[in-house]
Each structure stands twice: as structure tokens, then as C-alpha cells.
């Protein structure tokens, strides 16, 4: 990295390092928003590391003026963050109807079968692939955290534990594994070296196979002003022009795109190999292209409204928290989602405006929320301590959230939704 004095003008930072853009190289000048600072959102803290101090990193999202990939700098090495994973993608029912829906969608379409042969990166806990291993496809999961790897293979999903990138895959085709349908699932945004992983991705592809990477989409992140969902394990946010130009870059052609309600409104996007005549190409493909250049995503100006309206959200819930607390009412948190560290550090928000927060997942139970130090209970919790308040901090799965917490109205509590604007329900 070398050093230089960038000039100081709308938009742009001034800085002594250079900092380049994690797909075309070109420096990165303009600010997308700059969220503070905050810890790694996934470090919960088990009562042991109370008396330990905390590693903050900021959180200062740019936007690459060549590419337009908006992006995080890269702080802490992949294994730091993912080696020790607590994320358990099985814990939402929500989630998994969608991945249900999903495996039965690709085996039709695509024509899978016994004869076929699925690849999923960052597999987790085996979550999706059980499907296609319960329809009879044959898989192989790759995943990079070893305790959540051992959660699949129990549920009977065959998983690697590695890193996935160009090397990975060579290997695996080497073996002649490669595969006609290759998942990417909410992985891309989390990727460091995000050529070495598209490169890996284009070679684990068989040559009529079909590639498919499910990631938010920018421009509902913009629109829906769910500037929470930045955090340091999403290294970049993805337009469908700037996930078109990266995997063109790689050999890969997108031949159908679908939206998505998941994570506050998703992409699932197909490739296939630029060569592939087997795939032809949709028309909605145009369509989003159309929706995002009407939103102003194919120039850097589109960008700018985004930090004026997460500093709105800012003060807007600090000041019911204010007036509630002041007021005497108790507040407790549902979820602890990785996206509540963003929102808890940019707005201020301690255990003292927030008394404590429950998760369906026992691996986070008894533990604490990353820097907030906000404890994590069972969600009994809030049977047991009737708060005024619950607000929701995995707002995506808000309308499952409160069908199961209907009966926080028998004591006249009330539902709390930050993004994308202060609610009251
Ligand atoms: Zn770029």
C-alpha cells in the first residue's frame, strides 16, 4: 500500500493511505458512509471476557469511482473472524422454508437428479444442501468454520473444511469434481479476495453447469435505508451492474436475476460460463439493470442520499429512548443478529437504554452482545420480565418476531422497529 495526500472535496476523503478498490484496483476517494467505529459484530462475549478490552474497528464504507463496487476496507484476516463462527444459519424457520423452496426450484428447473452433482461455498451447517441430500442430489458442502462444518456432516451433508477460492477449486476439479450447480449463498459480500473467489467459482462450474449467488441488494439497502446490514464481515455491497461487470471479468455471463424478499431485499442471480449456449437470457436481467440506472446507481452522485438518511434514523431512536427511559419504561431487545452491532455502536445505544436482548440460538445465550456488552438470554426472558419495549433488531424477520411475541400485548407492550424508520407497533 503506498502513501498519499488525497485532495479534499465533496464527497471525497482525505487520507495518508491510498486505498484500492478490491476489485479494479483503482484508489478509493469517495465516502458511501461512514458508520464509526464498532467491534467485530459476530465476537460475542462469553462472561469470562468481561474484564477484557474490546478490539473497535471503523466502519467507513466507500464507493469505487471506476467500478462502483461500494466497499469496506479489509481490517482483520478472514480466519480471525470466521474461524470460531457462532452464525448457525438453521435457527430461523423463516430461512429455512426459503432454502427449502430454493433446492425443490433448482431441481426442477435444471433438471438435477442422482446423475448431478451440487456444490455449495460456505455451507454452514449444512442448511440448504440437506435438501438436495433429502431429494436424493448428490453434494458437497465447503466450509471454512470447523464447528459449524461438524454441525453438517452430523445432518448427514458431506462438507469440506477449507477456505474456497481458485486453489480449492482447482483441486476439486483436478478430482474431475466439478459441478452443474455451484451456490453461493450470501457469501460474495464476505469474500477479502473477491477475484480469487470468482476465479474459483468459474472453475468449479462444469462447462453447462449453472452458478447461483444469492447477496442484499444495494439498491433496496439504499432504498430501505438498512444501513445496519454494513458490517466488517461484508467487505462489499453489490448492484446487479457491478456483480454483472465482476463476473464478466471471470468468464461468467448472468442470464437470469430474481428479487428477493430475504435480508431486507435480495438478489439471487444465475451465470453460466460466457460460452454456454444452454442458458438463455431472461428478461428481468434488464429489468433491475433499468431499476437501478432510475436510481441513479450508474453514476457515484446516485450514491450520496445514503449517510444523510442513516443519521436521521440516529437521532430519531435515541430520542424515543431518551423519552421512554426517562418516562421509566423498560426496554429489552429481541435477536442478536451480527447487524445489531452496527446499529447499537452508530447510534450510541448501551445496556443502559437497552436492558438485554434474547436469541432463539443457544449459542448465544449467556453470552453478550459484542462492545455493548448487552446481555443475550433465552427469549423466555421476556415472558418472565414484561418490558414496555421490545425492539426488534433482526427487522427482516419482523412479522415471524411478532407472531411469536403476540403476547407481549397482554401486558401492553409494544414492538419497536428501527430500520427503515422509527415505528412503533
Ligand atoms: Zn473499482
Not at 462502483?68 to 430461523?92: G, N
Not at 424457520?93 to 428447473?109: G, N
Not at 454456454?276 to 436481467?285: G, I, Q, Y
Amino acid at each position: 500500500m503506498t502513501s498519499s495526500l488525497l485532495q479534499k472535496s465533496d464527497g471525497v476523503v482525505s487520507s495518508t493511505a491510498a486505498r484500492a478498490c478490491r476489485f479494479c484496483g483503482a484508489t478509493l476517494r469517495r465516502t458511501f458512509v461512514d458508520l464509526g467505529m464498532s467491534p467485530l459484530c459476530e465476537s460475542y462475549l462469553s462472561p469470562g471476557d468481561l474484564s477484557r478490552g474490546e478490539v473497535y474497528y471503523p466502519l467507513h464504507v466507500y464507493l469505487c469511482d471506476k467500478c462502483l463496487l461500494v466497499q469496506l476496507e479489509e481490517f482483520e484476516s478472514p480466519e480471525a473472524i470466521f474461524s470460531d463462527y457462532a452464525y448457525f444459519a438453521s435457527y430461523s424457520d423463516t430461512w429455512l422454508k426459503h432454502c427449502e423452496k430454493y433446492c425443490i426450484e433448482m431441481k426442477e428447473r435444471f433438471k438435477l437428479g442422482g446423475g448431478s452433482f451440487v456444490a455449495e461455498v460456505a455451507s454452514n451447517d449444512g442448511y440448504l444442501l440437506q435438501y438436495f441430500v433429502r431429494e436424493g442430489v448428490p453434494v458437497l458442502g465447503i466450509e471454512p468454520a470447523a464447528n459449524v462444518a461438524k454441525a453438517a456432516v452430523e445432518k448427514g451433508v458431506p462438507t469440506l473444511v477449507r477456505f474456497f477460492g481458485a486453489k480449492t477449486a482447482g483441486e476439486l476439479a483436478a478430482e474431475g469434481r466439478t459441478a452443474d450447480l455451484v451456490i453461493g449463498n450470501n457469501v460474495l459480500a464476505q469474500v477479502p479476495d473477491l477475484n480469487d473467489f470468482v476465479g474459483g467459482l468459474q472453475i468449479l462450474l462444469k462447462p453447462n453447469g449453472v452458478l447461483t449467488l444469492e447477496f442484499p441488494h444495494l439498491l433496496r439497502t439504499i432504498e430501505h435505508n438498512e444501513f445496519d446490514t454494513i458490517y466488517h464481515e461484508h467487505f462489499s455491497y453489490f448492484s446487479l451492474i457491478s456483480t454483472v461487470k465482476i463476473l464478466e471479468a471471470h468468464g461468467l455471463r448472468v442470464f437470469d436475476v430474481e428479487e428477493l424478499k430475504s435480508h431486507g431485499g435480495s438478489l439471487r442471480v444465475f451465470a453460466c460460463h460466457a460460452d454456454s449456449t444452454a442458458h438463455r437470457l431472461m428478461p428481468n436481467v434488464q429489468k433491475v439493470l433499468q431499476d437501478e440506472v432510475k436510481a441513479g446507481l450508474d453514476k457515484p452522485e446516485g450514491y450520496e442520499s445514503f449517510a444523510e438518511q442513516a443519521r436521521k434514523v440516529k437521532w430519531e431512536l435515541v430520542d424515543f429512548l431518551l423519552k421512554a427511559r426517562g418516562q421509566g419504561k423498560t426496554v429489552a431487545g429481541y435477536g442478536a443478529p451480527g447487524k445489531s452491532a452496527t446499529l447499537l455502536h452508530y447510534c450510541g445505544i448501551g445496556k443502559d437504554m437497552i436492558d438485554y436482548t434474547v436469541d432463539r440460538s443457544p449459542h448465544k445465550q449467556g453470552r453478550y452482545l459484542p462492545g455493548s456488552r448487552i446481555p443475550i438470554f433465552a427469549p423466555e426472558h421476556i415472558q418472565e420480565t414484561k418490558p414496555d419495549y421490545v425492539i426488534i433488531l433482526p427487522w427482516n424477520l419482523k412479522d415471524e418476531i411478532m407472531a411469536q411475541l403476540d403476547y407481549i400485548r397482554n401486558w401492553g407492550g409494544r414492538f419497536v422497529l428501527p430500520i427503515p424508520k422509527m415505528m412503533i407497533l
